[in-house]
């Protein structure tokens, strides 16, 4: 597949550093180890923020830094988890003394490196805790995960967790939020078209042209099953009802809708599986009082998307409201 | 292709219904004759800012309704110009008394609406003022276009014309300094792959696997030429090249860099053609003092991007910098 790259090996080097260059405002980049942070970084007497794993997804992570969201981002190779060498070197980077919270996505390369990082860092004597993001109810257990795997809904995790610590809040206490949102957050994806991976240059799965993967994992990780194309209608349904049921948001509950696109799919089709979504949800009494639509964790070029739900109450909802400002979330500073 | 869509003939309504609910803080909606504006409109005393066109090319034009941008936008059918009715009815509804100013990408069928559309406002005791788009620099002349297409220099013609109606100039003036933008913005695209047409259902032109084609249109209007692949530096450099030499930026003056994604390239390869072109103007003397990287205006799920540049001067960053409320740009409130 044609790809705007130069040497495959280069891909995620090239691409950090033009992000960095292109949001100098906001962001500070080390080259070598590779991470991203706050151009203010560390923020004294601020609980720091780090979030990481594998490229391939942007604009997370590294779109998300800034004020009141991470204050480090760490990006490691495509689909690979970082080392612990750039997770330690940014989490000295960002730590003001408060101590630094590691939000991870549930994957066990993941898991393992910032387990060992977050056991440096502590060496170091940096506090630090982990919250672990396993949103994706498609399946238990995957390719690269036991248990859930971690997908969109870091991004709601992070905003939130990102607004606790801007406001003050102890090391204990952004944990605390950011385990509640874990807590409350479901997402289900779908395929019509595979990622290539640059350096291995195919796609990572194959789906014929009247066929789509129900389920998908952001890495291109098998789903529940694969299906004949349907309607918009029909995929968004599939996916709402998968993440409703294990919910189990109810009549007079409020929620934050997020139609994710996986990087290769119009805004426009984003936009009609989000009404449809919005009105089944509404149907059931849910009040959708919040609402994301885009590319915000993505697959590289996948075609597809994903639906995530937040069940919300007055203080999420209020960190979710508060300032931010970062390369691609930014309102009311 | 497979696409996220229901009946291929309810595509705008649809997708435009489900940005509206999910931005309903932000926009209205009229559903027929289909526009959307500013929740608040119309705005008293303030010269509203009108821009439209054919769909497909999402987030424009409704992702930049709001305030200090556009008061209404009006997408027409998926790549052909919005009827003169809608326009009037969406004029309608945000003139406050001030005039309204159309933002016209240069389209044949474009011009031609809007113009009737104008007719049809100032028969009704409407001021109108227009301002055509025309940025790219690949052709003179082309599929749909007498003289040069207008491409993703709109959102930098919308954004800073939308801050001056915001600080309260007259339409004159508000006219004045669109076309000062215009005067000074060039842009050329690359296309990797055709997008796909709902209603038609097959790519609108082909591409070999080891082909580009350079100086592409927004519809897949045939470019300059078409090449063989090459690397993401190679790229840049063909379109920076054609855009610097065409703008005649030099030593010693300001720029805003744009790269602007077609709808289903990765955002990390949009940032390796960034930095390329960064570092080339900046060896050619010329600061990047504002930046843009992301998918503002798509060519649906169109893999290729495409580079502009804008001379800045101080009252144009001024406004650039100035605060705003859209779905898709969303700053300083």
Not at 204 to 227: K, M, Q, T, V, W
Request: aromatic fraction near 4%.
């Amino acid at each position: 597949m044609k790809k705007l790259i130069n040497a495959a090996a280069d891909v995620v080097a090239e691409s950090v550093a033009g992000f960095a260059a292109a949001n100098e405002r906001i962001v500070r980049i080390s080259a070598d180890p590779l991470f991203v942070t706050r151009a203010d970084s560390p923020v004294a007497g601020k609980v720091a923020v780090l979030s990481g794993g594998g490229s391939g997804h942007e604009p997370m992570p590294v779109g998300f830094v800034g004020y009141g969201m991470l204050d480090a981002g760490v990006p490691g190779p495509v689909f690979t988890s970082p080392s612990p060498d750039p997770i330690v070197a940014a989490t000295r980077a960002i730590d003001s003394g408060a101590g630094v919270i590691y939000l991870i996505l549930n994957y066990t390369g993941d898991i393992l490196n910032f387990e060992i990082a977050a056991e440096l860092a502590e060496m170091e004597g940096i506090e630090v805790a982990s919250v672990v993001v396993n949103d994706d109810v498609a399946v238990e257990d995957s390719t690269f995960t036991a248990g859930r795997r971690g997908v969109a809904g870091t991004v709601l995790v992070s905003k939130i967790a990102g607004a606790a610590a801007e406001r003050g809040d102890t090391l204990e206490e952004v944990a605390l939020i950011a385990q509640r949102v874990v807590h409350h957050v479901r997402t289900m994806g779908v395929a019509l078209s595979a990622s290539v991976v640059p350096h291995v240059g195919k796609p990572s799965f194959e789906l014929d042209e009247n066929e789509l993967e129900i389920g998908i994992g952001i890495h291109g990780e098998p789903g529940r099953y694969r299906a004949a194309m349907m309607s918009a209608d029909q995929v968004a349904d599939h996916l709402l009802d998968a993440v409703v049921q294990d919910l189990k948001i109810a009549t007079g509950e409020r929620a934050l809708l997020f139609v994710n696109g996986l990087g290769g799919t119009p805004e426009s089709e984003l936009h009609i599986v989000y009404g449809r979504a919005r009105a089944r949800l509404e149907e059931a009494g849910v009040e959708v009082i919040r609402s994301l639509v885009g590319n915000f964790v993505t697959s590289l070029e996948m075609r597809g998307c994903s639906i995530t739900v937040l069940r919300l109450d007055d203080e999420m909802t209020e960190l979710w409201d508060a300032p931010v400002d970062t390369a691609r979330l930014r309102w009311e500073m």
